[in-house]
Nanobody
Framework: VQLQASGGGSVQAGGSLRLSCAAS????????MAWFRQAPGKEREFVAG????????YYADSVKGRFTLSRDNAKNTVYLRMSTLKPEDTALYYCAGAINRPILSALREQTSYAYWGQGTQVTVSS
């Protein structure tokens, strides 16, 4: 299974971007998918996640209310709509997939995801 992330770019603070993550060679429609990000000099952190059979989406506190994760099972794609972007959102954004549905307590853990995209850069200037 391969994940292809796209949609990154450079925007000014307050702007918006939409990231896409397309899966090929398999599906995560019965598992889970998530976005993580890594800023220079920092550890990779959870941004947003979604699980099969769960109507909720889960967000890091730092992005709640500004980012929206959605999925299109027919296209085997997840999206991350990012609004009101801040300079501190600058990072390399990774999508991740889990074939098996992560338990809720592990949704934010990188180890729950066996498949990772290549990352797409988001740069927000002030």
């Amino acid at each position: 299974v391969q994940l292809q992330a796209s949609g990154g770019g450079s925007v000014q603070a307050g702007g918006s971007l939409r990231l896409s993550c397309a899966a090929s060679g398999g599906t995560f429609s019965r598992g889970g998918m998530a976005w993580f990000r890594q800023a220079p000099g920092k550890e990779r952190e959870f941004v947003a996640g979604i699980r099969y059979g769960d109507t909720n989406t889960y967000y890091a506190d730092s992005v709640k209310g500004r980012f929206t994760l959605s999925r299109d099972n027919a296209k085997n794609t997840v999206y991350l709509r990012m609004s009101t972007l801040k300079p501190e959102d600058t990072a390399l954004y990774y999508c991740a997939g889990a074939i098996n549905r992560p338990i809720l307590s592990a949704l934010r853990e990188q180890t729950s995801y066996a498949y990772w995209g290549q990352g797409t850069q988001v740069t927000v200037s002030s």
